[in-house]
């Protein structure tokens, strides 16, 4: 429980007890886990499952991208590199 918690895996849902958890009742738990799901040296293994989410959605106050072929630099002169057009093979 402990591994857990410190990966930042509480309960997130709404309609969640707000009462803390007593340590008496991670202990009933963790007592019935290992005798339910323990191996046999003892270790408890847990697998699990990370689902990750991100959303973005414009706003009028980000920034607006400039039009194509406004830059005041070359990307290839930043890098130092030889610009090559996209049909151009590369050279070793």
């Given amino acids: 429980m402990r591994d857990l918690r410190r990966m930042g895996f509480a309960n997130a849902l709404v309609e ?11 202990l009933r738990a963790a007592a019935l886990y290992a005798a339910r799901f323990a191996d046999p040296d003892g270790r408890i293994r847990a697998t699990l499952d990370i689902v990750w989410l991100s959303g973005w959605a414009p706003h009028d106050s980000q920034q607006k991208p400039l039009r194509p072929g406004s830059a005041k630099a070359r990307l290839a002169d930043a890098l130092g590199v030889v610009e090559r057009s996209a049909g151009e093979q590369a050279r070793d």
């Fill in 16 to 26: 969640r007890s707000r009462k803390p958890i007593t340590r008496g009742l991670l």
